[in-house]
């Protein structure tokens, strides 16, 4: 499993075989293959091992709770290694529905501490109005994403602050 | 340069090779390297082709011409080949310099017309106090990436006027 995390981060999904793994762990294929049947089954366990699952935290409001979750978020961007491995997850989720469906699990793992202080704040009526649980998400998952993936520009303090301020506001 | 664009789509740019370009095309692999020396050089003159500008509106104001915008770009990113693409040329800008700055380049033809009126705006003294025009930038663009790649929920007229709405308020 270590030598697949090594290798997920060095070539992404894409480049990722058994050969390669039994070669960096010096582990016999006949020997991964009998704890995982297939490719994908080995890809699904380390995958699921990537770990970015959050406490929720409770700052008494949404703004506090979403700061605290997306500086943590933004931090994990910069430096964690499922940061450089989701985009292949993400390329091949568009054409592997199994894959697909392993991705649809890591995103709402990777999203449900904001989700939960989202829809306690929902249920308090602290949202704008007109806007729903699902759209402040977005409104703050997306450009944090949209930073890290996409522009590439700084996912510093300010523009962590600016990003919750304006998902927040009515 | 046909042959390569089904193949991106069909694989990704991780599956994408010489062999398999020449294979689907019927033109002979000693033909492809005289155009493009190599796989790169193909891959980067097939993505520089997606086609992603656009033109720049003028409503009179920055809520009417990001909406043209955004609702344009749902369109494209609900149906567009490049749409099915880019994670792929994400994913390998992680680990690849030269593709790092081909999709620099993409990236910057596709915000284009969405940096030309966030700074015209900006100019116009209309953004919010305080917001930075990267920052409006990365309100509008992420939400609408994050639905299509990693939430994947619908892109409908709902979440494209509530994306605009909030990346324009104060």
Same sequence: chains 1, 2.
């Avoid at 704890?35 to 008494?60: F, M, N, Q, Y």
């Avoid at 500086?71 to 894959?99: F, G, K, Q």
């Avoid at 469906?101 to 990777?110: D, F, G, I, K, V």
């Amino acid at each position: 499993m270590a030598a697949t995390y090594e290798l997920l981060q060095e070539t992404g999904l894409g480049g990722l075989t058994v050969d390669a793994v039994s070669e960096r762990s010096g582990v016999a294929k006949t020997t991964i293959y009998r704890h995982w049947p297939t490719r994908s089954a080995l890809l699904i366990d380390a995958c699921s091992k990537l770990g970015t699952r959050r406490e929720v935290p409770d700052t008494g409001n949404l703004a506090g709770d979403l700061s605290v979750l997306a500086a943590d978020l933004a931090h994990r961007l910069r430096t964690a290694r499922w940061a450089s491995v989701l985009p292949s997850i993400v390329d091949a989720a568009e054409r592997d529905a199994e894959l697909a469906r392993m991705h649809a699990r890591l995103h709402a793992e990777l999203i449900s501490a904001f989700r939960a202080v989202v829809e306690r704040a929902h249920k308090r009526g602290e949202l704008p109005r007109g806007r729903l649980p699902t759209d402040v998400v977005a409104a703050v998952l997306g450009p944090l994403f949209y930073r890290r993936w996409f522009s590439r520009e700084p996912l510093d303090d300010r523009f962590v602050k600016a990003v919750v301020d304006s998902a927040v506001k009515g």
